[in-house]
Nanobody, 124 residues
Framework: QVQLVESGGGLVQSGGSLSLTCAAV????????IAWFHQSPGKERAGVSC????????LWGDALEGRFAITRDSAKAAVEFKVDRVRPSDSGTYYC?????????????????WGQGVQVTVSS
């Protein structure tokens, strides 16, 4: 059974950096994409960043500002997601999601597996 194990998050000071990791346990397919979605309180969940098993990357929404980065562990289906110069609007729950094809799109229907989410709070 495939499980997405997320780590990181917690309380981060405004202006600091945030790092989240996601590992797909029990997953051994060669083709995949792993994305991060962000949900702020009272708002809908939205895609932020994605990377495929061929290292194609995508950034969406606020991630286009240049503060976000996503990298992949070439030995396994695991990614690290970093945010620099965090601000209060980056607070919320971040979800890791796995698609079983090499395609990145901010469409939740593309992703078959989801993590439970990690909470991030940026203090002002």
């Amino acid at each position: 059974q495939v499980q997405l194990v997320e780590s990181g998050g917690g309380l981060v000071q405004s202006g600091g950096s945030l790092s989240l990791t996601c590992a797909a346990v029990g997953f051994a397919q060669e083709n995949f994409a792993i994305a991060w979605f962000h949900q702020s309180p009272g708002k809908e969940r939205a895609g932020v960043s994605c990377i495929t098993s061929s290292d194609a990357r995508a950034l969406w929404g606020d991630a286009l500002e240049g503060r976000f980065a996503i990298t992949r562990d070439s030995a396994k289906a695991a990614v690290e997601f970093k945010v620099d110069r965090v601000r209060p609007s980056d607070s919320g729950t971040y979800y890791c999601a796995l698609a079983t094809r090499r395609m990145c799109a901010p469409d939740e229907k593309l992703f078959h597996y989801w993590g439970q989410g990690v909470q991030v709070t940026v203090s002002s």
